[in-house]
C-alpha cells in the first residue's frame, strides 16, 4: 500500500518501516529473518497507535469512506450461502440502493436487508450512491414481514449518507416510509440484528436499523446529520475545520455511540481497518452476527419484543440528580 493515492496522509510515518521490510524480505539469513520479524511486529504497534488516536473525522473521511472499504456485497459474498435475492416493493419499483433476499449465515436461516453502494461509477448511479428511495424502505420492510412469516431472524448492514432527499422521493412519501418503518420493525416477531458497516447516516440509516442488537464496526460512523451537513447548518460552510469540529461535537464515533447507548457493541476490525482485510473483517462480521441470533433465540418472542422496546425507550434517556437551587 506504499504507493497507495488513497492511502490516509495519517499513515505516512509508515512509510520508510515499510520500505525497509520491503528491502529485507528478499534476504533468507538468520540475522536478516530476525531484523524482518522485528520490523514487522513495530509496524503493527505503530498502526496500532496511529488508529487508536484518529480523530473523528478522520474516521469519517479517511477510512469510514475508503474505496476499498468492503461493502455489504463484499460482506455477503463471504458470510452468506444460498443467497436468494428479492426485488421490489409492489408499489412502485426496485431500488438498488437495498439489497435483501434470503440467505444461510452459518446454521442460521435468515433475511438479509443491506444497502447497497456500488463500487464504480455506473454502479453507484445506479444504486443512489447508498442513499435509498421510499420504495427502497417498503421493500426491506415487505421483506422484513415475510421472514417474520416464515420465523427467520433479520440480519441489516448499515452503510448509507442518508436517505435520498429529491423531490421524487419525497412525492412518494420518503418520510413516511421511514417513520412506517421505524414503527414495524419496532413489533416485527421474529429476532433482528444489526450492524453499522460503514456509515450510518440519519433516518435513512435508522430506517433498517431498529433491531435487538445493534453493532457498529470499529472505524465506522453513526448519526443525526454528517458532518458536513452540521457544518453547513452551524458554519454556513462545510471546510475541513468546520467539517472537523462538527465531526467531534456529532459523537458520532463507535466509542461514542456506545456510550450513550445508541448501540450495544463495538465489532472489531482487522488492525489498521477493514480495507486492508476483506477475508478478516468478514470473518469477525460473520462470528458477531452467529453469535447475536444464537443469543437472541433463546428468548421467547414476546419478551424479545418487550426487551426491544424498552431497550428503543431507553435511548437519549437521562437521569438528573437533585441538588441546591
Not at 419525497?170 to 414495524?184: D, H, K, S, T, Y
Request: charged share 25%; proline share 5%.
Amino acid at each position: 500500500m506504499a504507493n497507495d493515492p488513497n492511502r490516509p496522509a495519517f499513515e505516512q510515518p509508515l512509510l520508510p518501516l515499510e520500505a525497509e521490510i520491503e528491502r529485507l524480505e528478499g534476504d533468507t539469513s538468520e540475522q536478516g529473518a530476525q531484523r524482518l520479524a522485528a520490523l514487522r511486529q513495530e509496524h503493527r504497534d505503530s498502526l496500532s497507535a496511529i488508529y487508536a488516536a484518529l480523530e473523528p473525522w478522520d474516521i469519517v473521511s479517511r477510512v469510514a469512506r475508503h474505496p476499498r472499504r468492503p461493502q455489504s456485497t463484499d460482506y455477503l459474498r463471504r458470510i452468506c450461502s444460498d443467497f436468494c435475492q428479492l426485488h421490489g416493493d409492489r408499489h412502485y419499483g426496485d431500488d438498488a440502493a437495498i439489497l435483501t433476499g434470503f440467505a444461510r449465515i452459518g446454521k442460521f436461516k435468515v433475511m438479509v436487508v443491506a444497502h447497497r453502494k456500488g463500487r464504480d461509477t455506473n454502479e453507484r448511479m445506479l444504486c443512489n450512491f447508498g442513499c435509498a428511495h421510499p420504495e427502497g424502505y417498503r421493500k426491506a420492510l415487505k421483506n422484513m414481514q415475510l421472514a417474520e412469516k416464515f420465523g427467520l431472524p433479520v440480519v441489516t448492514l448499515v452503510d448509507t449518507p442518508g436517505a435520498y432527499p429529491g423531490l421524487g422521493a419525497e412525492e412518494r412519501g420518503q418520510a413516511e416510509a421511514i417513520a412506517v418503518n421505524l414503527r414495524e420493525m419496532s413489533r416485527l416477531r421474529t429476532p433482528i440484528v444489526s450492524v453499522i458497516i460503514g456509515e450510518g447516516g440519519s433516518g435513512g440509516a435508522l430506517g433498517i436499523a431498529v433491531a435487538d442488537r445493534v453493532g457498529m464496526l470499529r472505524y465506522s460512523w453513526y448519526s443525526v446529520i454528517s458532518p458536513e451537513g452540521c457544518a453547513a447548518i452551524l458554519w454556513k460552510q462545510a471546510r475541513p475545520d468546520t467539517n472537523a469540529a462538527a465531526a467531534t461535537a456529532l459523537h458520532l464515533t463507535a466509542e461514542e455511540n456506545l456510550r450513550l447507548g445508541t448501540i450495544d457493541e463495538i465489532v472489531d476490525e482487522p488492525l489498521g481497518g477493514a480495507h486492508r482485510d476483506h477475508e478478516a473483517a468478514a470473518e469477525i462480521l460473520q462470528r458477531w452476527i452467529i453469535d447475536k441470533i444464537t443469543e437472541l433465540k433463546r428468548f421467547k418472542i414476546e419478551n424479545l419484543i418487550r426487551r426491544r422496546y424498552e431497550r428503543l425507550r431507553q435511548i437519549g434517556s437521562v437521569q438528573e440528580t437533585g441538588g441546591a437551587a
